[in-house]
């Protein structure tokens, strides 16, 4: 499987240029990024590539930055030795979770320590989304529901909640990638209980969570939330991230519209993940 990597230069660089930057790439089909000193690279398979879109997304880039890029095919490599050449250290949330790859050394003790080795897959706690899900997840009451982890990455938030005691989870993601490595990672991890699939909402027909983690994008959650409380049990919980605090007006409104209330958010460095609940 061929993937281009597209690597922009932004200037001036700002860590949260690149981030809006990475948000509206990841809602044209791009699915992993690894930040350098003052570029970003972004990862797209190769038939998912469509340049016209990249170039409308930049004309209508929000901010006064110059971003030029450059195209470079890639096949597949050792995603976990770039990883670790780039930037993932092990990162402690909560002081309860540490999340670490296979490769690092002296990984600081917490009570739930999950191993991550990432590859192309998003999701190692480093980002803001995944690390306000694993905050929230730390603090809910888990023990014996059904949790579903849509848009599971690399499933460390499935994986997190099966170590809290939740049962029969399901994790989903539509990129091969991401459900090969979250197989790879729950056999890592020696969790049993999660059932991952291939695909999108369509696979959600039939199934009934007590919980949602739903941490993908804006615009995937607008046009999916349906599917999500459809099969939400009554008082279940969705919780939902990949967005901006002032994209929340445009979530709870489309909650509301699907039987959900929105009970609470919380935000880091603008990014939100927001607590509904199925009245």
Not at 30 to 41: E, I
Not at 99 to 118: C, G, L, M, Q, T
Request: charged share 25%; net charge negative.
């Amino acid at each position: 499987m061929n993937y281009f990597e597209v690597r922009f230069f932004i200037e001036p660089y700002e860590e949260y240029i690149a981030d809006v930057l990475t948000a509206e790439l990841g809602e044209i089909g791009f699915d992993s990024f690894v930040p350098t000193a003052d570029s970003l690279d972004a990862y797209i398979l190769e038939n998912a590539f469509d340049e016209l879109k990249l170039k409308n997304l930049l004309a209508d880039f929000p901010f006064e930055a110059s971003i030029d890029y450059k195209i470079t095919q890639i096949e597949s490599k050792n995603w976990n030795e770039e990883w670790e050449k780039h930037y993932f250290e092990p990162i402690v949330i909560g002081n309860d979770c540490v999340i670490h790859s296979s490769f690092h050394k002296d990984v600081p003790k917490a009570k739930y320590d999950i191993v991550i080795d990432p590859k192309m897959a998003f999701g190692t706690g480093h980002h803001e989304t995944t690390s306000l899900v694993i905050g929230q997840l730390l603090q809910m009451e888990l023990e014996g529901k059904t949790v579903l982890d849509m848009g599971c990455g690399t499933a460390v938030l499935a994986i997190l909640a099966a170590m809290r005691g939740a049962r029969d989870l399901v994790a989903v993601d539509i990129d091969t990638w991401c459900t090969d490595n979250s197989l790879e990672n729950i056999a890592i991890n020696n969790i049993q209980g999660i059932e991952v699939k291939l695909g999108g909402a369509e696979l959600l027909k039939g199934l009934h969570f007590d919980i949602i983690l739903a941490n993908i994008n804006r615009n995937i959650l607008l046009a999916d939330m349906e599917q999500y409380a459809a099969c939400l049990s009554s008082g279940g919980e969705l919780y939902m991230s990949g967005f901006y605090v002032e994209d929340i007006p445009l979530i709870e409104a489309e909650a509301n519209r699907n039987g959900l209330k929105l009970i609470d958010y919380k935000e880091k460095n603008k990014w939100a993940v927001v607590k509904t609940i199925k009245e």
